[in-house]
């Protein structure tokens, strides 16, 4: 019989399905978790298996309190085949076009520079919340909606509260549940707004096309989901602070690397984005439901029975990775990428499966935004907490990574 697993989930964090992988010496293995039959599989074959959507299912297969805190009910990650098509079509249009990506690039470095400026006048900064306003104030303004100076510190805070509440219960949890709901209500009101035509929203925006979208029945989006909609648009990008927080820990731990981020060689900034995204923690796994009873790597996957997907365990794959637990950013220059190797945000085509079609974002502003942290003139003060607990789901730095200016630290 399986046991269940949901009380070692919580107390290992990212690494429970590993630690349970590694000590039956499988690549998959069965479980259960909340009381359901589950089984956890990893590599890139694994990663195949789990977006062959003859395989594994996405609708009812995420968690109600993922759904009220993450995605929101009714989102693209919980619908399958033609519902899924049609909705993830609309995605793919808005976030992987390259003038559109340019786009929010150059309004965020623009941001950034003129932030960096006021930064310098500080006796510190922290980096998680500083680079957070910045990518919230400037993803919310690309997509079209409406927003003054005076309400990015509160959009950002519940942007934020929404990724860092959907893996555990207590406050973080019901810190997220409320910032949903209120920015659902924000955006649902916005967008009735713009389909009775007493607000505009520029031709092509997010906020525009998501109004406007039809589904595969024909009909336009609840107005709740289409909020639920423009929000996994700015709440993911948002969440690049996560990533930059851990930039700022990578250039404290491993300084050699500094002078050259600092430089101008986008491919390296490129790979510097990608060991970023493998090396530290950020989704445990990703997971659905077997629609029929399956087989894969020795293991029955019962009907029903939740498919999880290693991610944390495949980025950090001996068989894929030399050297796995050593940050070494040159490992991706000249490296070509399968779809199935590196799953930080998951696997395959993001075009036709479950792949997050916001990666190339987020790739974007990474490598835009880590140079200019490596130029800027600053200290990391020694008396703050770097560590990084992989029981805490979203991981990150507990400090959120304090910098000191160097004009800062001239003064003493």
């Given at each position: ?262 430089g101008a060689d986008p491919a390296f900034a490129e790979a510097w984005a990608h060991e970023v995204r493998r090396f530290y923690p950020f989704a445990p796994f990703i997971g659905g439901r077997a629609p029929q009873r399956l087989e894969f790597g020795g293991q029955t996957i019962p009907r029903n029975a939740m498919v999880l997907l290693d991610l944390y365990g495949q980025n950090h794959d001996p068989q894929l990775w030399e050297d796995p637990y050593a940050f070494r950013p040159e ?6 990428i399968g779809a199935f190797d590196l799953v930080p945000q998951g696997g395959g085509d993001p075009r036709t499966n479950h792949r997050c079609p916001g990666e190339q974002i987020t790739v974007a502003l990474l490598a835009a935004l880590a140079p200019r ?40």
């Open positions: 019989m399986r046991l269940e697993n949901s009380p070692a989930l919580l107390s290992k964090g990212y690494a429970w399905l590993p630690d349970l992988r590694r000590a039956r010496g499988l690549h998959a293995v069965g479980t259960r978790l909340g009381g359901l039959p589950a089984v956890g599989i990893q590599g890139t074959e694994a990663a195949r298996f789990l977006y062959d959507e003859d395989h594994v299912h996405r609708s009812h297969a995420i968690p109600e309190p993922v759904q009220g805190t993450l995605f929101g009910k009714g989102a693209v990650h919980t619908l399958d085949g033609e519902a899924h098509r049609v909705r993830k079509a609309m995605f793919v249009a808005l976030l992987m076009d390259g003038a559109g990506i340019d786009a929010l690039v150059e309004r965020t470095t623009a941001v950034w520079d003129a932030a960096a400026a006021e930064w310098a006048t500080r006796p510190q900064v922290v980096l998680f919340d500083a680079s957070a306003e910045v990518i919230a104030g400037s993803v919310t303004r690309w997509a079209g909606v409406p927003l003054t100076d005076g309400e990015v510190p509160a959009l950002t805070r519940d942007l934020l509260a929404m990724v860092d509440g959907f893996a555990t219960g207590g406050p973080r949890h019901w810190r997220a549940r409320r910032a949903r709901g209120r920015r659902e209500d924000w955006l649902g009101g916005i967008v009735e707004q713009v389909r009775s035509g007493r607000a505009g929203a520029a031709p092509g925006s997010v906020l525009a096309v998501v109004a406007a979208h039809r589904d595969a029945d024909g009909g336009l989006l609840d107005p709740r989901v289409a909020a639920v909609e423009v929000l996994n648009v700015i709440r993911p990008t948002t969440a690049v602070a996560w990533f930059m927080a851990f930039s700022g820990h990578a250039l404290a731990r491993w300084p050699q690397y500094r002078e050259r981020l600092a490992r991706f220059l000249g490296r070509e942290l490596a130029r800027l003139p600053f200290d990391v003060p020694a008396d703050q907490d770097l560590t990084i607990s992989l029981r805490r789901i979203p991981a990150r730095p507990a400090s959120g990574v304090v910098l000191r200016p160097a004009a800062a630290a001239a003064r003493g």
